[in-house]
């Protein structure tokens, strides 16, 4: 009953669910990422607010670029009788997975304004932490909020069925 109250049943739900937690993650993840690059000051903040827009945008091509393949990884780690939450759980994992391995270098391409070499050369570095961040964000901020929405507009559709 889980699955079917709290996850997106058509398309329209996927982009409604997508812009909730994309949007809660972005303003979240990127400043947070970019503090700990930078340091924590207004000045910092301010320059990433800057770039919020494309760091969305990526972000946006690469969940659905990405859906698929982490949903196949998700599989074999799961079994399809799991507990809600652990299947919940491991796929986020799998989705952070991908896109912050994609998106610590293309956030730091979109911070610099230019596409070099910096990012990839320091992947190893910071990869873990933007990885830890973002999963920590997803599971425990965005994701339960959006699925939150998600109930709640299944409650009240059910209601006026």
Same mark, same amino acid.
């Given at each position: 009953?889980? =699955?079917?109250?709290?996850?997106?049943?058509?398309?329209?739900? =996927?982009?409604?669910?997508?812009?909730?937690?994309?949007?809660?993650?972005?303003?979240?993840?990127?400043?947070?990422?970019?503090?700990?690059?930078?340091?924590?000051?207004?000045?910092?903040?301010?320059?990433?607010?800057?770039v919020l827009p494309f760091i969305w945008l990526a972000v946006v091509i690469l969940v659905i670029?990405?859906?698929?393949?982490?949903?196949?990884?998700?599989?074999?780690?799961?079994?399809p009788k799991d507990s809600f939450r652990s299947q919940i759980t491991i796929n986020i994992m799998?989705?952070?997975?991908?896109?912050? =391995?994609?998106?610590?270098?293309?956030?730091?391409?979109?911070?610099?304004?230019?596409?070099?070499?910096?990012?990839?050369?320091?992947?190893?570095?910071?990869?873990?932490?933007?990885?830890?961040?973002?999963?920590?964000?997803?599971?425990?901020?965005?994701?339960?909020?959006?699925?939150? =929405?998600?109930?709640?507009?299944?409650?009240?559709?059910?209601?006026?069925?």
């Open positions: 009953m889980d =699955f079917y109250m709290r996850l997106p049943r058509n398309r329209r739900e =996927f982009a409604v669910f997508l812009l909730i937690v994309s949007l809660i993650s972005v303003n979240l993840i990127a400043p947070v990422i970019s503090m700990f690059e930078l340091g924590f000051s207004l000045k910092v903040w301010h320059n990433t607010l800057r670029l990405t859906q698929k393949p982490a949903g196949k990884l998700k599989d074999l780690i799961v079994h799998c989705n952070v997975f991908l896109m912050s =391995f994609f998106m610590t270098a293309i956030g730091g391409w979109i911070g610099q304004g230019a596409i070099n070499y910096i990012p990839i050369g320091e992947f190893l570095a910071k990869w873990p932490r933007n990885f830890g961040i973002a999963f920590i964000v997803e599971a425990i901020i965005a994701q339960p909020i959006a699925r939150y =929405f998600l109930y709640r507009y299944h409650l009240m559709k059910e209601t006026f069925e």
